[in-house]
T-cell receptor, first 119, second 117 residues
Framework: AQSVAQPEDQVNVAEGNPLTVKCTYS??????LFWYVQYPNRGLQFLLK??????LVKGSYGFEAEFNKSQTSFHLKKPSALVSDSALYFC?????????????????FGRGTQLTVWP | DAGVIQSPRHEVTEMGQEVTLRCKPI?????LFWYRQTMMRGLELLIY????????DSGMPEDRFSAKMPNASFSTLKIQPSEPRDSAVYFC???????????????FGEGSWLTVV
């Protein structure tokens, strides 16, 4: 079974400080990992993804994420948080390889982490 | 590109009425997803189409829910009859899936906010 865990429902940071939003995953095949952001009353916007290659992935709005295979993690990071980064963040995984059939191609989402950046 | 287009954006309906949500995926995409988002359950995959064929509908709550994709550029999600517990945000999303490689990004629409009273 495929699953994604976001262990923190909420993350609070002060503006200008670094932020980390945690994500761990469990898959039976090769993971393709994604981060999405959702602002109030909006849809999910794609931030970045890990497919293969360099474990450090850079995305939109200055965000980056590090893929760690041994720890099965894909934490989202930003060196200096902005108040405008306050939103709901979702980690998701798609699988390929060993796990095919009806699960191939679908995204498995975490529960989401509410990030609040204080001015 | 216009992105994934959903309609209506907001709908308030009375219990027992039929609700139809519509989605136009990004041109050229061959996979389409319907998700439901609630505070209690988070994001749930309802149904997933690939090349207009339903691949996985195990997330459809019950027989009151049905989804169709008559062609590559249009899909509907229908609830009949609607109930207050169906109140949620319904998202449509699309992606290109080629050769079994799921590396392409799934793009989401802005959602349809449904309230059943």
């Amino acid at each position: 079974a495929q699953s994604v865990a976001q262990p923190e429902d909420q993350v609070n940071v002060a503006e200008g400080n670094p932020l980390t939003v945690k994500c761990t995953y469990s898959v039976s095949g090769n993971p393709y990992l994604f981060w999405y952001v959702q602002y109030p009353n909006r849809g999910l916007q794609f931030l970045l993804k890990y497919i293969t290659g360099d474990n450090l992935v850079k995305g939109s709005y200055g965000f980056e994420a590090e893929f760690n295979k041994s720890q099965t993690s894909f934490h989202l990071k930003k060196p200096s948080a902005l108040v405008s980064d306050s939103a709901l963040y979702f980690c998701a995984v798609r699988v390929s390889g060993a796990d095919r059939g009806s699960t191939l191609g679908r995204l498995y989402f975490g529960r989401g982490t509410q990030l609040t950046v204080w001015p | 590109d216009a992105g994934v287009i959903q309609s209506p954006r907001h709908e308030v309906t009375e219990m027992g009425q039929e609700v139809t949500l519509r989605c136009k995926p990004i041109s050229g995409h061959n996979s389409l997803f319907w998700y439901r988002q609630t505070m209690m359950r988070g994001l749930e995959l309802l149904i997933y189409f690939n090349n207009n064929v339903p691949i996985d509908d195990s997330g459809m709550p019950e027989d009151r829910f049905s989804a169709k994709m008559p062609n590559a550029s249009f899909s509907t999600l229908k609830i009949q009859p609607s109930e207050p517990r169906d109140s949620a945000v319904y998202f449509c999303a699309s992606s290109l899936l080629l050769g079994g490689n799921p590396g392409n990004t799934i793009y989401f629409g802005e959602g349809s906010w449904l309230t059943v009273v």
